[in-house]
């Protein structure tokens, strides 16, 4: 995939999990189920196509200390939360119910170090990651402060609810498209 591509994809894929999750909701309950699967797999896709994006951003930034090591930390933090959707899939597979779900996930969540690294401080690095990149993109004249401050917002907005995941995924999506049209006309320069 072309990486324009994926600066849109990511957020729109996010938006797909996060409009997924309120409709599987909707019975009191989320998963398993098809809803609960289809969702987690669309978020495991737009956690798959961040990693090249981070690193897009890492080179737009000039290859710097600071972009390198934040797409080092988001990096990390992608592979966190992409441990953490794969095993709400399986459990969702294994489970017949949600009571069964939490069952399973209280097992996998009693491992030493799995809450601590795939459910809590791993993903946030995600996150971390992905607004410092922007921060040092905007200090480098390549974003604009609007476009960061979009993307500060995506990735505070969800501590405070996770309802509010379809907000910020178009958020994300109004952050990133810069650099979607900066690598298009990139690509149409080349051509």
Same mark, same amino acid.
């Given at each position: 995939?072309? #990486?324009?591509?994926?600066?849109v994809?990511?957020?729109?894929?996010s938006?797909?999990?996060?409009?997924?999750? #309120?409709?599987?909701?909707?019975?009191?309950?989320?998963?398993?189920?098809?809803?609960?699967?289809? $969702?987690?797999?669309?978020?495991?896709t737009?956690?798959?196509?961040?990693?090249?994006?981070?690193?897009e951003?890492?080179?737009?930034?000039?290859?710097?200390?600071?972009a390198?090591?934040?797409?080092?930390? $988001? =990096?990390?933090?992608?592979?966190?939360? #992409?441990?953490?959707? =794969?095993?709400?899939?399986?459990? $969702?597979?294994?489970?017949?119910d949600?009571?069964?779900?939490?069952?399973?996930?209280?097992?996998?969540?009693?491992?030493? $170090?799995?809450?601590?690294v795939?459910?809590?401080?791993?993903?946030?690095?995600?996150?971390?990651?992905?607004?410092?990149?922007?921060a040092?993109?905007?200090?480098?004249?390549?974003?604009?402060?609007?476009?960061?401050?979009?993307?500060?917002?995506?990735?505070?907005?969800? !501590?405070?609810?996770?309802?509010?995941?379809p907000?910020?995924?178009?958020?994300?999506?109004?952050?990133?498209?810069?650099?979607?049209?900066?690598?298009?006309? !990139? =690509?149409?320069?080349l051509?």
């Amino acid at each position: 995939m072309n #990486i324009r591509h994926a600066f849109v994809a990511a957020p729109v894929l996010s938006l797909a999990y996060a409009l997924i999750r #309120i409709i599987d909701g909707f019975d009191g309950s989320r998963g398993p189920g098809l809803a609960w699967t289809s $969702g987690h797999l669309a978020f495991l896709t737009a956690l798959a196509l961040f990693v090249p994006i981070m690193w897009e951003m890492r080179r737009l930034a000039g290859r710097t200390a600071a972009a390198t090591i934040a797409a080092v930390v $988001g =990096t990390a933090g992608a592979v966190a939360a #992409i441990a953490q959707f =794969t095993i709400d899939i399986v459990v $969702g597979f294994m489970a017949a119910d949600h009571e069964a779900m939490r069952v399973l996930s209280d097992k996998v969540s009693s491992v030493p $170090g799995v809450p601590l690294v795939v459910y809590q401080v791993g993903p946030m690095l995600f996150y971390i990651g992905l607004f410092a990149l922007a921060a040092v993109l905007a200090a480098k004249g390549v974003l604009k402060v609007w476009a960061v401050l979009l993307i500060l917002a995506a990735v505070v907005l969800p !501590a405070a609810s996770l309802d509010l995941l379809p907000i910020s995924s178009l958020l994300l999506l109004g952050g990133l498209l810069p650099l979607a049209l900066r690598s298009a006309r !990139a =690509t149409a320069a080349l051509q």
